[in-house]
């Protein structure tokens, strides 16, 4: 096959992958009209329409899709082939990219990659935070990061974080107006600080448990966000009563900037792991990031 007819393929990929010209333009470094005109050029090679076009998606067709699914584990092989020659440089080279959430990201992915990359210039890293579960394989990511639970059986798992708890807390200035819900079920009654699910499009359900006894609320929520950041800010000025990990609360607590309720109801999470499929081959990056990975999990097991 011709050069142009490979570089039209490696754009088809990026934009199914990424379902976005203005996301793949981005990764493929070239301009919006030049990566439309290359799809473009390759629909009329093959004769057949392979993208579907709307103004706020892109989306593959039946013939998109096949060609997608055949050729997409072909370009993986090439990009593993190409990280492996990487082995043989004074130092490994390569892109990771990977799935994670944004409490996973801030107090494990990001301290770990601290400690990796200052000596390791020519490995890149991407991060997309996401609370849906994304299929790393269709996604082309190179590993996810969620929790325990959320893991498939078929892949493999590593733990990376200790279990933690979750705390419902608001600012003393909301209590002082609501009150305080003294069950998980008057949750109903308040004014709650959703988590937003991309997959469903529905609210997190809050998970507490007490005395062996385990029930879900899905508060309404008159505050959503699909940002955990957003959700202590909203808490902090007194929006709403937000579910958030303990070391994200803490220290607000701590200085009384936020109340703690529900605390005999607190449920334990079980920690987050690093998944990637049981037939890929990881090349030296990778290997690297298990390693710095598996080094601070041995820290949060000695504290």
């Known amino acids: 096959m011709v050069k142009e007819s490979m570089d039209d393929l490696v754009a088809f990929t990026t934009v199914a992958t990424q379902q976005s010209f203005t996301r793949a333009a981005a990764q493929l470094g070239i301009s919006q009209p030049a990566l439309s005109a290359k799809i473009t050029a390759l629909e009329a090679r093959l004769g057949v329409r ?3 076009r709307s103004t706020r998606s892109v989306s593959t067709t039946e013939a998109g899709e096949r060609l997608f699914k055949s050729i997409g584990p ?3 092989g090439i990009a593993s082939g190409l990280a492996e020659l990487s082995e043989l440089r004074d130092k490994p080279a390569g892109s990771l990219r990977i799935t994670s959430v944004e409490h996973a990201s801030q107090t494990i992915l990001l301290p770990a990659l601290a400690a990796l990359l200052p000596d390791y210039p020519d490995i890149t890293v991407e991060i997309i935070n996401d609370y849906g579960l994304a299929d790393i394989v269709a996604d082309r990511f190179d590993a996810g990061v969620r929790l325990g639970e959320q893991v498939a059986q078929d892949m493999i798992a590593l733990r990376i974080g200790p279990d933690f708890k ?9 209590f002082k107006r609501y009150g305080k819900p003294k069950t998980p079920h008057d949750l109903n009654a308040h004014r709650c600080i959703g988590l937003r699910l991309p997959t469903s ?5 809050w998970p507490f448990q007490k005395d062996g006894r385990e029930l879900k609320v899905r508060p309404g929520a008159q505050l959503a966000f699909n940002t955990m950041t957003l959700q202590l800010d909203s808490a902090l000025a007194g929006l709403g009563l937000g579910y958030l990990p303990e070391d ?10 936020l109340v703690r309720v529900l605390a005999d109801w ?3 999470m079980s920690g987050y792991h690093l998944y990637y499929p ?3 081959q990881p090349t030296p990056a990778f290997s690297l990031l298990v390693k710095a990975l598996s080094l601070q999990r041995g820290e949060f097991r000695r504290n």
């Open 50 to 52: 392979l993208l579907t």
């Open 74 to 76: 072909h370009f993986d």
């Open 166 to 174: 979750q705390y419902v807390v608001s600012a003393p200035a909301y």
């Open 201 to 205: 499009g529905g609210v997190w359900s």
């Open 248 to 257: 994200v609360v803490k220290e607000h607590l701590a200085a009384g900037r």
């Open 266 to 268: 607190s449920a334990p």
């Open 278 to 280: 049981s037939r890929r």
